[in-house]
């Protein structure tokens, strides 16, 4: 069954960074596009950006761009997203889920993981 | 880019029909696939249409999409009305260089 693991919530200072990762089940990794997806708190879901595993290439959206590396390690089948430079405003919860080529539609989607910034 | 405009709330009872519209601010709400998503509270989202109008397996037929190019927007579709209906339904689409936007999402409330 494909599943997407993420790691736990984590609680970081205004300025800092926070990696998250993302452990891919159940053959999705090698063929599949892995994108990552926050939602801060009452607000819909924003792309962030994704990643081709089997090539390594990742594209970003615009408003991270600077900010955020996605990379992909085929051998343990984890996907991470780093963010740095965090404020206040990247409160959220962190998803990782798979993208379809096709069609750019998500799913499965990782349980997600809370991202708390706060000095 | 593009932005994709829901309505922030609907209600309606048990049994009913209710449509979810989803406006695209500019370019052709066909050009790019329109899926939507429902997520219900402390839960990731999760997808009920995809390409317009396809429908997952163990999605119950009752939810459908479609599309209109005279309004330029996309509709959910959900008939009789269950109240495990209520939910946040978002929609998606992407634009001419895959960048993935969101809608705002709506917030349905069956009572």
């Known amino acids: 069954q494909v599943q997407l693991v993420q790691s736990g919530a984590e609680v970081k200072k205004p300025g800092s960074s926070v990696k998250i990762s993302c ?68 409160t959220a919860i962190y998803y990782c889920a798979r993208e379809m080529s096709s069609s750019s539609w998500f799913g499965p989607w990782g349980q997600g993981t809370l991202v708390t910034v706060s000095s | 880019n593009f932005m994709l405009t ?50 997952p397996s163990g999605v119950p037929d009752r939810f459908s999409g479609s599309i209109d190019s005279s309004s330029n927007s996309a509709s959910l579709t959900i008939s009789g009305l269950k109240t ?16 993935v936007i969101f809608g705002g999402g709506t917030k349905l409330t069956v009572l």
Request: charged share 20%; proline share 5%.
């Open chain 1, 23 to 90: 452990k891919a089940s159940g053959g999705i990794f090698n063929s599949n596009i892995i994108s990552w997806v926050r939602q801060a708190p009452g607000q819909g879901p924003e792309w962030m950006g994704r990643i081709i595993p089997i090539l390594g290439t990742a594209n970003y959206a615009q408003k991270f761009q600077g900010r955020v590396t996605i990379t992909a390690d085929k051998s343990t089948t984890t996907a991470q997203m780093e963010l740095t430079r965090l404020r206040s405003e990247d």
């Open chain 2, 84 to 99: 495990e209906d209520g939910a946040d339904y978002y929609c998606q689409s992407y634009d001419d260089n895959d960048h």
């Open chain 2, 6 to 55: 829901q309505p922030h709330s609907m209600s309606e009872s048990p049994g009913k029909t209710i449509s979810i519209s989803c406006t695209r601010s500019s370019g052709s709400i066909a050009s790019n696939f329109v899926q939507w998503y429902q997520q219900r509270p402390g839960s990731a989202p999760t997808i009920v249409i995809y390409e317009d109008n396809e429908r």
